[in-house]
């Protein structure tokens, strides 16, 4: 499968904990997105990298917030000291052109 | 800022017929892009199609055709021939220029379209 991927799909927490959530983008693709999907909504552009480089990020990224793209590859999203708002569907998409999604990590914190 | 209105929470439409999303949007660019994205149950999101605000020609792909009316800032999703597999959320999303010239997307609340056998 030569999609975008992300893991892991689903993952429950309890508040306070960090978790931490990995994208991997279609390969020959340089920019990365990460959005926010909360129920009932549409997703909200979180931040975005070119290469390695993190070029914006939204006002919803929090300083608990942290995104890394080191080798201009994967990407990860961490989210430090969690809480219950912080429940939502996490959407990483690469683009070429078009912006292709991945399957979403689903993050319930308890 | 940009903005993405769909006023249709939930629709049913009964399977081989065509159906129609409705997607107002807001933007004082006179260049813009608007896209649809389908997600299933499954969450996720599905590219179906684009059309750029200085397309002469409607955008179609398959059974998927976009109704765009400048005039009317308005960029409805056609979905023909329904089938049972088209039951999942539609997103309408336009496209907002980042800082390197690259854009991210600003997407409506969706709309949830059950087919019915």
């Known amino acids: 499968d030569t999609g975008v991927s992300q893991d892991p799909r689903h993952k429950i927490t309890k508040r306070g904990q960090n978790v931490t959530f990995r994208c991997d983008p279609i390969s020959e693709h340089n920019r990365l997105y990460w959005y926010r999907q909360t129920l009932g909504q549409g997703p909200e552009f979180l931040t975005y990298?070119?290469?390695?480089?993190?070029?914006?990020k939204s006002r919803l990224l929090s300083d608990r917030f942290s995104a890394e793209r080191p080798k201009g590859s994967f990407s990860t999203l961490e989210i430090q000291r969690t809480e219950q708002g912080d429940s939502a569907m996490y959407l990483c998409?690469?683009?070429?052109?078009?912006?292709?999604f991945g399957p979403g990590t689903r993050l319930t914190v308890l | 800022a940009q903005k993405i209105t769909q006023t249709q929470p939930g629709m049913f439409v009964q399977e081989k017929e065509a159906v129609t999303l409705d997607c107002t949007y807001d933007t004082s660019d006179q260049s813009y892009g608007l896209f649809w994205y389908k997600q299933p149950s499954s969450g996720e999101m599905i590219f179906l199609i684009y059309?750029?605000?200085?397309?002469?020609q409607n955008a179609t792909e398959g059974r998927y055709s976009l109704n765009f009316q400048k005039a009317r800032k308005s960029a409805n999703l056609v979905i023909s021939a329904s089938q049972l597999g088209d039951s999942a959320m539609y997103f309408c999303a336009m496209r907002e220029a980042t800082m390197d010239s690259s854009y991210k997307l600003i997407f409506g609340s969706g709309t949830r379209l059950l087919v019915r056998p």
């Open positions: 059309q750029g605000s200085y397309d002469e």
């Open positions: 990298f070119q290469n390695e480089a993190q070029l914006e």
């Open positions: 998409a690469s683009m070429d052109g078009t912006q292709y």
